[in-house]
Every structure is written in structure tokens, then in C-alpha cells.
């Protein structure tokens, strides 16, 4: 008996959202009487923070403090169509639409102030703290809220914003298959450390080490907790999730919630990450997203790994110890593979 | 059959309900008392996401029978905080992003309550036993156990 280590690598390039018809994400901003502000998505929250960076980017675009916007995801029959929340198109569609909508919010809020304070538009900035002042004259001056209540109350103007961010759908071209699906694409590249045990067939993933791209982190904490997860998950489905163990035939599956494996915190590796930040030209304050190819490369980093450990190849998922024992009976035992370092 | 009278403390109030003989205690807290935090997920003792203390012992809501509570104090997440003031599983849980879906979450803090209670100091090995009961699909586990450690480090630095 031997435990035999393995390195394997892989590399990812990742489509931001789809261009299936469109793939468009639509905000509507608008301003209550306090001064605060209310976004309405149709895009839902299951925890991945669409919500709070909805929340950051509505705050930046209208110039208001975080806490004087409320991001309201709660009923797609209330909220403005969207496509919704998946293929890592979150942050970079809903994003844009929040801020096509808000700077239309912003530029009716402006109006508004300088109704009150009787100058140009033009000539007024926010401060974030929740103050319109006059370029360059800060004690000319107005809340956003006295200015929120000008408008409503006295002025008879909504403070509101609709916006749309939709990619064209794309052209397929007849004779090459050529057509732009995506405007955006997020990069990663993932190295495992892992062991094999050549009688039991059992994997132990040691260590994981990344290095992530993706736009500008516009929340680093939750990109971090994404990749944290998401590799987590990753290493489940590469080694221990399936309903269907000898796919396509559906015997021997788990029947109930029993006998449905997944890695428990004691199976869990450490995980060194990178991450690049480089701000796509076409996101929302540079954002991409890291969604769905946190989990990805995860797989096929496992596969080679194992394959650098013992020499057997294995081309299904999930790579069970019995699956690894076949392998090794037919190949006459374990040929670890050159290892690098 | 008849159903039966049961007395028990929930979060520190008397509460006194009538049940089922084979009524679950996550079905008594959650349809007859109202408090929504332990969730059903599995229903057969897998998950963890019922997870209550009985007397301080960790109790798998949904495998424990209401009537063997009688006379028992029951602890859910929704007894943590006092007031505004969040437990400093709950702050740590917060500063370490330990929730995204949020699911697991009130399973999980109730599994380290009753580590913390125990064992103050607990070392990785022991928080991980602990909520190994639990189980999380979104955190990968390493943000959990990180918010757990802190409130127990954050913890002994109130004592001393």
C-alpha cells in the first residue's frame, strides 16, 4: 500500500452571462419622500450579493450614502423583467442596469436641487454623505431629502430612473459557426495538491491554490467567500456528488438524503487565492463576476491531479475510490507521473 | 389518539402546547409556537438544519418527539441575540461571512453554542466535530469554522 501525491492544474475562461436572446436585465430607481432611495429587480438574492452590490453600485451612481438605498428583489411580478440570477451574470447585467437607471434618477434629483437653490444643474455635485452642493461653494447647499421632498411635494417631479442593459443578440455566421456570445469573459487558473491511496482508492486533496480574474472585486469580502465556496463545491462534484454512481444507468443511486455524499467540514482543504483585478472596459465599475467558475476548474485540477499521482485517466464524474481501484487493476497498479515543481 | 399536553421552556419563556404523540419537536416549534429559525431540511437527521439544544445538548429537531421534552429548556437561534445586542456567534458569523443562503445558519450556530458552553476554547479539530452534523452547501465550511473560533477567542477576551 502507498499514498501516492499528485499536482494537477487547469485554466478557465468564463462567459459573463449568455446571449441566448438577448440576456437583457432591467432596474427601476426611484426616490421616497425621506430622501431615500428604492431599486426594484427582478434579478433574486439566494446569498451570492446581488443585493448588496446592487445596493453599492445604486449608492455610487446617485451620489448617496449606502444606507439611504434599499434594493428591493423580493417579486418578479412587481420587479422589472429580468432574466435573472445565474450564469454569473448578476454583477455585470443587473449592474449596468442599475446604473443606466440611477443616473437617470440622479440627473431629475439634480433638477430638483437646483430648482431650490436657483443655479444650473450643471453646476452640482453630490458628497455622498447625502448633500448637493454647488461645485466648488459647499456652503450652497441642500439634503437630497429636502431636495427629495422639493420635488415630490413642490415641484411635482418623480424622481425615477428605468434602465436596461441588453446585449443584441448575436448573428451566427452560416458559413464558419462565428458569432460573439458573450462581451465578457473572467479568467482563472487553479493547481490542487492531492493524494491517492492506491488500496482503498481514497483521495485526499491537501491544498488548493488559485488565482482569479475577474473585473474590478466591487465587494472583495463576498468575491473572496465566493471562491471559498465555490471551490468547496468544486471538489464535490469532482469527488464525491452523484444521484446516478453508474450513469446512464440509473442503479445503485442514492435514495434519499442519506446517502447523498458531499465533503463535510472535516474533508475540506486549504485554499490560497489570488485574485487579479483587472476592470473589463463593458462592467459595471469595472465588475465581471465570479459566479459559476468558482466551482469549475476545480474538476479537471482534481482529474489531472490524480492522474499525475497514479496514471490512470479517469474521464467520468464523480472520481469514486471504486472508480480509481478499476483503474488501477486494469493499468497492473499505480505509474505516478513526472511531478514538477 | 389523543393529543397530549406538554410543558417545556422555549428561549427562557413557559410554554405549554398540546401534541401529537408522534409530533416531531422541530413541527411543535415551528407550527405550534411560531418560531421559524430551526428549519426543516432533511427530515431524517442528515442535515442539521433543525439542530436545537435540549437541557444544552445539541438535538436534531426533527428526530426528537415533543412529548420526551417535558419539563426541558429548549434553545433556538432565535433566542441568541438580546434585544438589539447580536450573541458573538452571531456578530462572528457576520464579520466572517459565514451565511450566504443563510439556511444552515441558525443549525449551525445553535451546534456551536453548545460547543462554545462546553469547551470555551476549542481548538479547529473540536469546532469542525462540532458542526460536522451540519451541513452547508454554499460557505465551504472554512468561513464557519473561522466565525466560530473568533467568538470563542472574542469570548475569552470578555472574560479576562
Known amino acids: ?341 | 389518539m389523543a393529543r397530549m399536553p406538554v410543558q417545556f421552556r422555549l428561549n427562557g419563556s413557559d410554554r405549554a402546547v398540546f401534541v401529537e404523540p408522534a409530533e416531531t419537536l422541530l413541527g411543535t416549534i415551528r407550527r405550534g409556537l411560531g418560531d421559524f429559525a430551526p428549519k426543516f431540511g432533511c427530515g431524517q437527521g442528515t442535515c442539521g438544519v433543525c439542530t436545537v439544544l435540549v437541557d444544552g445538548e445539541p438535538r436534531l429537531g426533527c428526530l426528537t418527539l415533543s412529548v420526551t421534552c417535558e419539563g426541558r429548556s429548549i434553545e433556538t437561534a432565535s433566542g441568541l441575540a438580546d434585544g438589539p445586542t447580536l450573541h458573538p456567534l452571531q456578530a462572528a458569523f457576520m464579520e466572517h461571512f459565514a451565511a450566504q443562503c443563510g439556511f444552515c445558519t441558525p443549525g449551525m450556530l445553535m451546534a456551536a453554542k453548545a460547543l462554545l458552553d462546553r469547551n470555551p476554547n476549542p481548538t479547529r479539530v473540536e469546532v469542525v466535530e462540532a458542526i460536522a452534523g451540519n451541513v452547508c452547501r454554499c460557505t465551504g465550511y472554512e468561513p464557519i469554522i473561522n466565525a466560530i473560533l473568533a467568538a470563542a477567542q472574542q469570548r475569552g477576551v470578555r472574560r479576562a
Open chain 1, 1 to 341: 500500500m502507498a499514498r501516492h501525491q499528485g499536482r494537477g492544474m487547469a485554466s478557465i475562461n468564463y462567459p459573463i452571462g449568455m446571449n441566448l436572446g438577448g440576456d437583457p436585465s432591467q432596474a427601476l430607481v426611484h426616490a421616497n419622500p425621506d430622501g431615500k432611495f428604492t431599486v426594484a429587480l427582478s434579478a433574486i438574492d439566494l446569498g451570492q450579493g446581488m443585493k448588496q452590490v446592487s445596493r453599492q453600485i445604486a449608492a455610487e451612481t446617485l451620489g448617496v450614502p449606502i444606507e439611504d438605498v434599499y434594493v428591493d428583489t423580493a417579486d418578479s411580478d412587481t420587479g422589472p423583467h429580468d432574466m435573472g440570477s445565474f450564469a454569473s451574470r448578476g454583477t455585470h447585467r443587473v449592474g449596468n442596469a442599475v446604473i443606466v437607471a440611477a443616473k437617470e434618477a440622479r440627473g431629475v434629483l439634480l433638477e430638483a436641487a437646483a430648482e431650490e437653490l436657483e443655479v444650473n444643474a450643471d453646476d452640482l455635485v453630490t458628497d455622498g454623505k447625502g448633500n448637493i452642493h454647488v461645485r466648488g461653494a459647499a456652503s450652497k447647499s441642500i439634503t437630497v431629502k429636502a431636495a427629495s421632498q422639493a420635488a415630490q411635494f413642490k415641484q411635482g417631479k418623480t424622481i425615477s430612473g428605468r434602465g436596461i442593459f441588453l446585449i443584441p443578440l448575436s448573428t451566427v455566421n452560416p458559413e464558419t459557426g462565428e458569432m460573439s456570445p458573450v462581451t465578457a469573459y473572467a479568467h482563472a487558473c487553479l493547481v490542487v495538491d492531492l493524494e491517492v491511496c492506491d488500496e482503498t482508492g481514497d483521495v485526499k486533496v491537501n491544498k488548493l491554490t488559485s488565482a482569479y480574474e475577474l473585473g474590478r472585486a466591487l465587494n472583495p469580502k463576498m468575491v473572496e467567500q465566493q471562491l471559498v465556496g465555490g471551490a468547496w463545491m468544486g471538489m464535490s462534484h469532482a469527488l464525491y456528488e452523484t444521484p446516478e454512481p453508474y450513469y446512464p444507468n440509473p442503479e445503485h443511486g442514492g435514495r434519499d438524503y442519506n446517502e447523498y455524499l458531499m465533503p463535510g467540514p472535516g474533508d475540506i482543504a486549504p485554499h490560497d487565492i489570488t485574485v487579479l483585478e483587472r476592470p473589463a472596459p463593458d462592467g459595471p465599475f469595472g465588475g465581471k463576476g465570479p459566479g459559476e467558475m468558482c466551482a469549475n476548474p476545480v474538476l479537471p485540477a482534481v482529474a489531472n491531479a490524480i492522474f499525475n499521482a497514479i496514471g490512470v485517466r479517469i474521464d467520468t464524474l464523480p472520481i469514486t475510490p471504486e472508480k480509481i481501484l478499476r483503474a488501477l487493476k486494469a493499468q497492473g497498479g499505480a505509474r505516478p507521473q513526472v511531478r514538477r515543481a
